[in-house]
């Protein structure tokens, strides 16, 4: 399939993604610090100790993969597509587990939309012919 230039936004959103998911993939090797997370308040120490492996499992998922997709994104590849949908949906998994301890914050809630916005993005930059 012949590919078609992106509009200008496309570079702007791809990039915006990246840096987003790369902000999380810090805050997931933080998190995996025992000395940092001793020294951060007791809500988030007993949520990040508590945090099964199917929760940690997603947020690894989600952080690294939606890093991966907005790379691939960058790049124009297809399968940057596959990539946002498994990302979303560690994103929605480790949310659910936080959700279940402190209930639904902003912050998840973002989360989540965020993941949700930049797989329809990148659905539409497939469609338009923006990605090979």
Do not use: D
Request: charge should be positive.
């Amino acid at each position: 399939m012949a590919t078609s230039k992106p509009h200008f936004s496309f570079w702007f959103i791809a990039a915006a993604g990246l840096v987003w998911n790369l902000m999380g993939c810090l805050n997931f090797i933080t998190q995996s610090n025992p000395e940092t997370v001793a020294q951060m308040p007791e809500v988030y120490q007993v949520i990040i100790n508590g945090r099964p492996a199917w929760a940690t499992a997603g947020f690894a998922i989600g952080v690294f993969g939606g890093a991966v997709g907005c790379i691939l994104l960058l790049m124009r590849k297809r399968v940057a597509v596959p990539v946002l949908i498994l990302s979303g949906a560690g994103v929605v998994l480790t949310s659910a587990f936080t959700a279940m301890i402190v209930g639904v914050q902003p912050s998840l809630v973002l989360s989540i939309l965020v993941a949700a916005a930049l797989i329809w993005y990148a659905v539409i930059a497939r469609r338009v012919g923006w990605l090979a």
